[in-house]
């Protein structure tokens, strides 16, 4: 009986295995060709040579045939991610946001870049100097404020924007809120006392704008602190449609997790000239701010 028995569980243990590889190969069946779409600043012969090892990686992984879609601009990408042409794409934060919008979230981000700290994207802070008696953004009304460059996201755009959702008119709240030109230009007006209060990036505690002032001998250690950060400003993500199968959805991030240490070759000619460390599993929860972001600028835009 006990031979039987075994003889039983064998049998059933090959029955699962070969119902695992059935289950696993199904996509690849429905899906025999990929279209791999990516948003990029780069003219499209560099585009082609710094994607062309990642796609041979992509294929022999996945098993399947990837074709690239070229697209004039991001709204090619996001359109053809709308329209089921593109399986997979590399949006940027914005980008993302506009394609989860108009398709109503039936897109879902895979992945997204880590700096070279290992950081998945930076926040925009508001700092003071470490001796004033600010505590909080509420303290500050009626202060001198700066803020970096009008195109700068952690050093205009980000605080402003997040501030606002927080019910504070910076343009009524303080004194007065000028640009000084520059990150750096906005912590040596706060340390000599021109400003009050400032807005610049941040990483962590060992990666930031003041911390690196420092390492330059611009600033004295310890003069500044931090009583206000934004929401996560994400890394750029690779995403696909949310109808896809999830085991496929899941083989595709799988093997872009893994590329760096699965293909070296390929990862250091799709890093080439960028500050990337590897890829991190992300969700849409960690792009929901720009996604508001992007919101109230298309209904500022209309109104």
């Given amino acids: 009986m006990k031979w039987f028995g075994r003889i039983v569980a064998v049998a059933l243990l090959g029955v699962i295995c070969m119902s695992q590889v059935a289950r696993a190969e199904q996509w690849q069946k429905q899906y025999p060709e990929i279209t791999l779409g990516v948003i990029t600043s780069e003219n499209e012969k560099d585009r082609l ?11 022999d992984t996945l098993g399947v045939k990837i074709k690239w879609r070229t697209a004039t601009d991001y709204a090619g990408v996001i359109e053809g991610v709308k329209a089921g042409k593109i399986q997979v794409a590399r949006f940027g934060p ?23 700290d290992g950081n998945l994207g930076y926040h925009s802070v508001i700092i003071v100097k470490t001796d004033s008696p600010y505590k909080t953004v509420q303290d500050l009304k ?12 952690s050093g205009h755009q980000a605080p402003r924007y997040f501030l606002d959702e927080e019910g504070i008119k910076v343009d009524e709240f303080f004194s007065s809120a000028t640009f000084s030109g520059s990150h750096e230009n906005s912590v040596m007006g706060l340390v000599s006392g021109t400003y009050d209060a400032v807005a610049t990036w941040w990483r962590s505690d060992s990666s930031n704008n003041p911390k690196r002032m420092e390492s330059k001998g611009m600033i004295e250690p310890g003069q500044w602190r931090i009583i206000w950060k934004s929401p996560l400003l994400p890394s750029s993500p690779w995403a696909v449609p949310t109808d896809l199968p999830e085991d496929m959805r899941k083989d595709i991030q799988k093997a872009l997790l893994e590329l760096p240490t699965k293909d070296p070759e390929a990862w250091a000619s799709f890093i080439k000239g960028e500050k990337i460390s590897g890829f991190a599993e992300v969700t849409h929860e960690d792009y929901e701010p720009i996604v508001r972001m992007i919101q109230a600028n298309l209904k500022n835009r209309k109104s």
Avoid at 49 to 59: D, G, M, N, S, W
Avoid at 142 to 153: H, L, R
């Fill in 49 to 59: 040579i710094r994607y062309e090892l990642v796609q041979k990686y992509l294929e």
């Fill in 94 to 116: 914005a980008s993302y946001a506009k394609c989860y919008i108009v398709t109503n979230g039936k897109v879902e981000p895979l992945v997204g870049a880590l700096d070279k």
């Fill in 142 to 153: 009626g202060t001198k404020f700066a803020f970096a460059d009008p195109n700068s996201t």
